[in-house]
């Protein structure tokens, strides 16, 4: 009997202390966080409860150093030529509006951590603009669209919802902004590859104003690596009207890709529709059927975005030109499309084409020029 307690008791203790370990070392990672932010343009305020079951916090992070922080959320972008247009437009700033712009935007958050399973469940919530922008907000007491904006800070209407698998979802948005607008956002949700909105709606608040955008069944999945990006968007309605013209168009569709490798470039573009209809006065001026557009670029040289708009800015057109021809770049296209209607009368019933143009690898500048 007393070796089964002795050993029972070792059990506990062994429990006992791993507890304690994992304990430990969870705080020690958060620690390690709030330090790492400090140290990159944040200021932190943190609370937090831990048990042997689950950690619990709240609190606060601050933009204290534009520079630091906008350095920090870009440091971890995959895409390195979208990384480099950010810092090339943030940097053309000057230090005093990067200041008004950034520094003091505050964000609340709380989290609760599972200790064993490691499920996550965190809050996001942008709770003031940069101090600048929020002095002005308060210093107008007639305004009333800045005391709507304020307000929706300070009720913290703007939340993020992000699990352990990086889902999110944002809270749904049902607001007027006073003799401005209605805003309506519902059900908007994604992750590392995918964004989903199945409910955007703006409209005046005028009680006959016609004005209005709605996006239903927004969905985009993409993919993105050093060298590859791939995308696929799809919007099941799109209306559009001000005044007395409405734009309506029915499941729209736009693929992309893009891969580079260290010697060229290939793209491929498409974009289709079902259904696209334009009223005038309520009086049907378009109505196009199940059109599709396909446009494939290959052999691209492969360079940067700045090193092409250099060639452009310096207005050395042969020279881009010729290094074109050079890589064998080829142009492709094709398209289809059903019963076109203008203004009442029948275009066409069926369209179909098939493009393809190409520049020889071995062919001189002049050869190109004369194609």
């Not at 290959?298 to 050079?326: G, I």
């Amino acid at each position: 009997m007393k070796k089964i307690v002795g050993l029972v008791s070792v059990v506990l203790i062994v429990l006992a202390a791993g507890a304690f370990w994992f304990q430990s070392k969870i705080n020690e990672t958060i620690a390690s966080k709030i330090n790492e932010l400090n140290n990159s343009g944040f200021v932190v305020k943190h609370e937090q409860s831990t048990n042997y079951i689950k950690t619990s916090a709240k609190g606060e992070v601050e933009v204290n150093s534009s520079d630091k922080a906008i350095s920090y959320i870009l440091s971890d972008m995959k895409n390195l030529e979208l990384k480099k247009a950010l810092e090339l437009q943030y940097n053309q700033l000057d230090s005093n509006t990067k200041a008004n712009l950034f520094e003091g935007i505050k964000f609340d958050y709380d989290f609760v951590f599972e200790n064993f399973n490691g499920k996550v469940n965190s809050n996001i919530y942008l709770t003031s603009l940069s101090k600048k922008v929020m002095y002005n907000l308060s210093a107008d007491a007639n305004d009333e669209s800045a005391k709507w904006l304020l307000e929706f800070l300070k009720n913290k209407k703007l939340q993020v919802s992000i699990n352990e698998k990086k889902e999110y979802k944002v809270a749904d948005i049902d607001t007027v902004i006073p003799n401005e607008v209605f805003v309506t956002i519902k059900g908007w949700n994604g992750n590392e590859k995918n964004v989903s909105i199945p409910l955007f709606k703006i409209s005046g608040v005028g009680l006959y104003e016609k004005e209005f955008l709605l996006l239903s069944g927004l969905n985009v999945d993409f993919d993105m690596t050093q060298n590859k990006e791939s995308s696929k968007t799809t919007i099941g309605t799109i209306e559009f009207q001000q005044a007395d013209e409405l734009l309506n168009i029915k499941n729209l569709v736009m693929n992309s890709t893009y891969e580079k490798t260290d010697k060229s470039i290939n793209t491929q573009s498409e974009i289709g529709f079902d259904e696209v209809i334009a009223k005038s006065y309520n009086q049907e001026a378009l109505n196009l059927k199940k059109s599709t557009l396909k446009i494939n670029v290959n052999n691209l040289p492969s360079k940067t975005f700045e090193e092409v708009a250099q060639y452009f800015k310096e207005l050395k057109y042969e020279e881009y030109l010729k290094a074109l021809s050079q890589n064998g770049t080829t142009f492709q296209s094709s398209g289809n499309a059903l019963n076109y209607v203008v203004k009442g009368q029948n275009i066409f019933n069926t369209l179909r084409f098939d493009l393809s143009f190409g520049l020889n690898k071995n062919g001189s500048i002049m050869e190109a020029k004369n194609i």
